[in-house]
C-alpha cells in the first residue's frame, strides 16, 4: 500500500522538515519522536508506514528542499548532517511540486485554476501508482476571507465557478481541487479550506474525508490540558492572557493583523468551550524575526480557589514549530488515508486532537458536539483509529 | 442524613478553612468554588449535603479555631469579616476537639492510645447522632516510617500492641484507631497512614473503606495534566526539576529532610509513571517564612520533539494551599460516605483523582493498576460516583 | 517647616495610599519601606519631615477618602485596621479636597478655569500657614495632546488664553494652575503637564521648579537596571517584548489605546536610547479587571553573547502599582521643597531616577543629555540631594 | 606587544571557545560581542589588540582543540563551520598545551610539580618572544580547600612546600606557579587559587597582581544589577531563592556537593552584602546532563513595598555558559596585562567588576571596602583602565 502526501506549501519550513524526517525515521537515522502514530497505542491499526509515504505539493515559491533543509539546519530545526543522509528523498520529493496558484489568479478564472491543480494532484496519484493521496495544507496563513453567497451550497459554488466568478480563498480552491480529485483534504493552517457548507457538500458527495482545522502545537495544545484541569477542579479562571513570540515565515505572516485575527479566532476557543463560561484575557502574537522558527509563549492565568483566593498560574513554552508539527502532518497523513480507506466520507471529526478549532461531526466550527479537552480526544482517537 | 467529618490536625490551616468554608458555602455566602463535588457532574448523586457535615477532631495544639480563622484572615486565606458570620459554626466544631496523640506517646501504650482515640471518635458519632464518621488525616507530614514486622498483617499488628511494643507511626495510629471505630479513614498526607498490609485487612474485616494519599494541589496536579500531554503526543521528556517555595506550617514541617523526603518520593511518582521511562530532575522543597500559607512552584520541562529537537516548558504555580485543600478535605467526607454507605470495604481506588500517590486497588502503592492522568482520574472518580 | 502637597486625582488610589502612608509612617506604625528618601543615603539632606506634609487636591470624582482607604485595604493594597488608626489625617486631607475640571471645561474658558484652581492652591498654602506648596499630578493617564501654536511660547499660550481659546489637555491646564501660583509642579503620569515650551518658559520666569515625568514603578524600573547591564556586558539585544496585565483605575484608562500609546512611547525610552540601537518587539498593556490593583508585568529579551550564541531572559514582575507609587510621592513632594527652597527655576532633571521620561536640562524630552541607567540616576538624586 | 594566556584547564569548553573566539573576532570574521573591552568606553585605554594575544596553557585531559571545537559546534556553542576557519589558530594553542596536575600529585612532592607547572609558563613566554603572559584559571570548580597553618604567610608556605608538604589545592599550586613565574594571575572558577595570606605576599613580593574570583555571568550577574534596584528604591527584600540546572562538564562537578558549597558561598554574597541585611532563600545547583552547555536559571524574590504590600519578581536567564565567560577571559587578559605593565602587583580590585565573589584591595574576601553593585564596579573598572 503506497499513499501520496500533497502538501500544499510544499517548499516551506513545516513542508521540508516532514520530508527529511519521514525519510530519517523511515531509514532508522532517528527515532519517531513526536509521531504520535508510531507510539505503542496505535500498534495494530491498518495504517501506511512512514517509509511508503511518497511526497509531492504545490508551492508558488522557488528554492529546492535540498536549499530548504539547509536553511533548516541552520535554524536549528534539523540536526547537521541529516539532509546529505537523506538527499534522493529530497530529491524525489522535489521533483513531485508543481506552481501554485495566488489569489486574485492571475489571469485565468478560478474555475480552470482549480481544474489545473486538480490535475496535477491526479496525475501525480497515477505517474506513482498511488492507492491514493491525502492532500493537506501547511502554506502561510491567510486572512478571514469573507461570507459569500456561492460558499452557502456545491449547487451555488458550482454556478459562481461556471460564470467565471472568484469566490474563494486559496486556501479552499485547493479543498475544491482536492476534493474534485477524489483526495481526502486536511488544514493544518486556519485558514478557511474545506470550511465552508459548499465544499463539506462536495466531499459527502465525492465520498472523500476531509479534516481541519489549524495544528495545535505551542499554547492552544497547553490550553487543551490546562483548561480541563481548572473544570475538574472547580477553580474559577478569571482571565486568561497570552504573548505568542514568532519569527519565521508564520511569524512574518502573523504580523499582519488580518492573518492574526485568523489565528487568534481559532486560539480563543479552547478555554472558553472549555469552561462554559466566558474568560477575560488578550491573546497577542508578535513577530519578533530574531527568532527564526522558533516561537515562545508566554500564557498567564488568574483564578479564584476556594473562598475566591486569589492565585496564578504562568508558563512559558519554547518550542520549533516546524519540529511540532512535522510530524503531526505525517500522522495526518496515514489516518486520513485510513479514513478514505475505511470509506469515511465529509468531515472526520474523531482528529480533533490534532487541531485548535476541530471541525464538528456536522461540517461546521464549534458547538456542543466539540470536546477540547486533549484526554477525550486522543481517547476518541485512539478507538476511532483501532476500529477501522 | 448527617455526616461527621473528625479531621486530625484539626486546628491546621486546611481544617480551619474546611470548616468557614462549609459553614460559608452552606449558607450561601460564597459559592462553592474549588468543591468538586458541587459542579454539575455531580448532580444527581447520592452525596450528603455540604451543610449537612457535622465537624470534629483531633489536634494536639491549642488555639481556637475562632483565632486560627482569624489568622488565616491575616494571610489572605479566608476573606475579612467571613469568620464572624460563621462564628456558631467554628464554636460547634471547636467544642468537639479532643487531644491527639503524639508519637512516641507520653506514659501509655500505643494500644491504650488507639483505643482512646477510637472512643473519642466513637463518642462524637453517638453524640450528635451521627450515621457515620469519615476520619481525615489533615495533620503535619510525618518522617517516612521505618519498616517493622508487625506491619505485615493484622494479627502481628494485633499482638505488637498487645504486648505493648510502639510500632505504628502516629499517622497510622490514627488510621487504627479510625478504622477499629467503623470509620472511613483517608489521608491528606503523605504520611503512611492506613498504607500497611496489617490496616488494609483491618479495613477489610472491618468492612470499611479508606483513600489517599497526598493531597494533590499544585505542582504535581499540574504534572498529572501535562506529563499525559507529552505522552500523547509522543514528546519525549528529558529532564523534569522542580523548585518548591512555601511558608506556613506546611513549609516548616518540610524543612527537616526527613518529612521532605516522604513528600519527594510521592511528588516523583506521576511524571515517570506516566511516562513509561524514568526522567532526570530533582525536585526541591524550600521553606520561605514569609511566604505564610502561599507557595510557589516553578518547572522546568526539557523535552525534545522531531528530529530531536530541544525544546522547554516552564510554569510557575502561585497558590494557597490551604484554599486549594480544603474543598478537596470536603469532597473527601461526601465521597467517602458515599463509599461506606454503598457497602465499599478496602482501598477506594477509584478516588485516585484527589492524590500525588493513590492508593492501588489491592492496597498497594503505584503499579500498573494505578493511572496517573488527571483526565482518566476523573472520567473514574464520575462514573463511580454515579454508579452508587 | 511645613509643606503642602497638592494632589491632582486626590481621590486616587495612589493619593489615597500616600495620605493614609504618610500619616502611619509619621506616627511608627509602619516602617518607610519604599521611601527612597528615608534611606541612610539621605540622612543629613535638608528635606522636610514626613510628618510634616499636609495634604490637599484636586479630583473630578466623589468617594471620600475614609472610604477610598477601605476599598484599598479589601484590595491588598493598604493593610486591615490601618485606616481606622488615622482617620484623623484622612479626614484632614479630605477637607482640603476641591472640586477638579474636565477638558473641555463645562461652561467656562481655560483661563478662567484655570484661574479658580490656582486659587484653590493659593488658598490652601494660605488657610494652612505653608512654607510651599508642591503639586503633584497623579490623575488618569490622558490621551496624547495635539500640538498647538499656543504651545510653542509664554506669550502665545497668554494670548490664546486671554482670547477663550482652549488650547491645553487637562494635566497642562493643572500645571499651568500650579505654576502660576508658584507652585512646583511634578507629573508623576505620562500625561503632558508641564512639557511644554511655554509652560517651562512659564516656571523659570515665576521662579519655581517643575519635573516628571511618568513614575517608574515596575516594568520600566526593571529595564532601567537590566538595560545597561546588557551594554555594560556588550552583549547585543535583539528583541524586548513586554506584556503588562493590570486592573484598576489605571488599567480601564489604559485599555483605551489612545491613553495607552502615551504610555507606551514612554516606556519604550529606556531600551533603546540605553543600548543605543534600535531593539526589535512589542510592548502591551492588557486591561484584565480581576488584577484589581495589582499588575504583572512580563518581559522577554533575546540577545546574543560571543560568536552570535542566542540567549534569552524572561521576568516576570507582580506587584501593586499604588503600593509602588505612593511612596514615591512622598519622595518627590520633599524633593521638590527642597528645590525650590534653594532656588530652583524650571526643569530638574536631577530627579530622573523617578521617571520613566525624565525631563532634560533644557525642558526637553530625551536626548543625549538623559541617561536612562538606574544607578547612574541615583548617583546624580543623591549628590543633588546632598548639596542643597 | 605581544600577550600570552596561559589557560588552566587549556581543553575545557570556556578556553576552546576563548581560542576559537580570540581568532574569529581577530580575523573579522565575527563582532566581538561580549567583549567588554571592545566597547567603545574603552577605546583610548592601552589594551593589546586582541590579535595579539598568543594562547596556551596546561590540562590534564587529552582531546586536541579542533575536536573539541566539534562538539562545542554540536551543542550550539560555536557556529557551524566557524572551527574550519581557524584551524591553524587552533593548532596553534593546540601545540603550547602541557599537562597538567590533579592534586595529590603523583609521584612528585608539590614543590617539583609547581617548579615545572612554573616552567612550562616560562618557557612559553621565552619560546613565543612575549612581553609577558596572563595565568587564566578555568578548570573545574575544586570543593573548598580546608585551611592550613602553611597558607598564612610566604615564609610558612614555602617551608611547608620545602619539607615535601602538600599543602595547597590545585588552583592554589597553579597560581604559586604563575607568580613565581612573574605572571599575573587570575582566577574565573570559585577555587581557592591566590587568595591565600602567602600567595597575596608573594604576587606583592613578586610584584605581579592577580585578580579573581568565580567569574559572573549568569544568576549573579542578574542578582549585581536587581539587588542594588532594590536597595536603591528601599524596597524590603524577604527571600531570594534560586535554582540553576545546568549541564556539560562544569554541571556535573558541581552535581558534588563538596564542589557545589564553593560554588554556593561565592553565589549568596551579592545579596547580603548589597542589601546590608541577611535575606531568606536556598540556592540549588542542579545537574541536568540533557542541558549540555547550556543552563537555565529561575530566581525568585518576594519583597514588601509601602505599608508592607507583599510583591515579587522572578525571572529565568536561559545561557550558555561558555559564550558567556570566553569573552571575558579575553578581557581579563587584556586588563591583566595593562596591570601588569603599569606596575600593578597585589589583588587588582578594580576588576571586581567580572567576579561573584571579588578580591577586596587588601586581598581578602568580602567586608566593606567591597561594593557588588554592578554600575558601580563598571564606573570604577573603567576609570581604572583609563587611567593606565
Given amino acids: 500500500m503506497t499513499t501520496g502526501v500533497w502538501l500544499v506549501g510544499a517548499r516551506g ?9 519521514a525519510a530519517a525515521v523511515a531509514a532508522g537515522l532517528t527515532p519517531p519522536t513526536g509521531c504520535v502514530t508510531e507510539s505503542p497505542d496505535f500498534a495494530g491499526t491498518r495504517l501506511p508506514d512512514l517509509g511508503d509515504l511518497v511526497f509531492g505539493g504545490h508551492d508558488v515559491a522557488g528554492a529546492d528542499l535540498a536549499k530548504r533543509a539547509e536553511q533548516l539546519v541552520r535554524s536549528g530545526v534539523v540536526p547537521a548532517g541529516l539532509p546529505e543522509l537523506v538527499t534522493d528523498d529530497l530529491a ?19 474555475a480552470t485554476a482549480a481544474a489545473a491543480l486538480a490535475s496535477d494532484i491526479a496525475a501525480f496519484r497515477e505517474r506513482r501508482g498511488l492507492d491514493r493521496v491525502v492532500v493537506i495544507n ?42 474534485t480529485a477524489g483526495c481526502p483534504y486536511v488544514d493544518f493552517t486556519p485558514s478557511t479550506g474545506a470550511r465552508l457548507p459548499a465544499l463539506d457538500e462536495l466531499a459527502r458527495r465525492r465520498g472523500v474525508p476531509y479534516a481541519g482545522r489549524d495544528g495545535k502545537t505551542g499554547e492552544t495544545l497547553l490550553k487543551s490540558v490546562l483548561a480541563p484541569m481548572f473544570a475538574q477542579r472547580a477553580l474559577r479562571v478569571r482571565a486568561w492572557s497570552g504573548t505568542n513570540l514568532l519569527g519565521g515565515g508564520d511569524g512574518a505572516t502573523l504580523a499582519d493583523p488580518a492573518a492574526a485575527a485568523a489565528k487568534n479566532a481559532s486560539k480563543s476557543l479552547v478555554v472558553g468551550e472549555t469552561l462554559g463560561y466566558p474568560v477575560d484575557g488578550q491573546v497577542h502574537i508578535d513577530y519578533v524575526a530574531d527568532l527564526g522558527d522558533w516561537k515562545t509563549a508566554w500564557d498567564h492565568v488568574v483564578f479564584d480557589g476556594f473562598l475566591g483566593a486569589r492565585m496564578s498560574l504562568q508558563f512559558t513554552w519554547q518550542g520549533c514549530d516546524s519540529a511540532l508539527a512535522a510530524p503531526l502532518i505525517l500522522d495526518l497523513a496515514r489516518l486520513m488515508d485510513l479514513a478514505h480507506a475505511s470509506g469515511r466520507a465529509g468531515p472526520v471529526n474523531e482528529l480533533a486532537f490534532f487541531f485548535k478549532d476541530p471541525v464538528g461531526a456536522d461540517g461546521t466550527t464549534g458547538g456542543p458536539g466539540v470536546d477540547h479537552a486533549l484526554a477525550t480526544q486522543y481517547a476518541t482517537l485512539r478507538s476511532w483509529a483501532a476500529s477501522r
Fill in 92 to 110: 524525489a520529493a522535489d521533483a513531485e511540486i508543481r506552481p501554485g496558484v495566488r489569489v486574485p489568479v492571475d489571469a485565468r478564472d478560478q
Fill in 138 to 179: 501547511v502554506a502561510s496563513t491567510e486572512p478571514p476571507a469573507g461570507e459569500h453567497p456561492a460558499h452557502g451550497s456545491l449547487d451555488a459554488l458550482s454556478a459562481a465557478l461556471a460564470s467565471g466568478n472568484d469566490v474563494l480563498p486559496a486556501s479552499s480552491l485547493y479543498a475544491y481541487a482536492a476534493l
Fill in 13 to 21: 519550513s513545516v513542508a521540508t522538515t516532514a520530508v527529511v524526517g
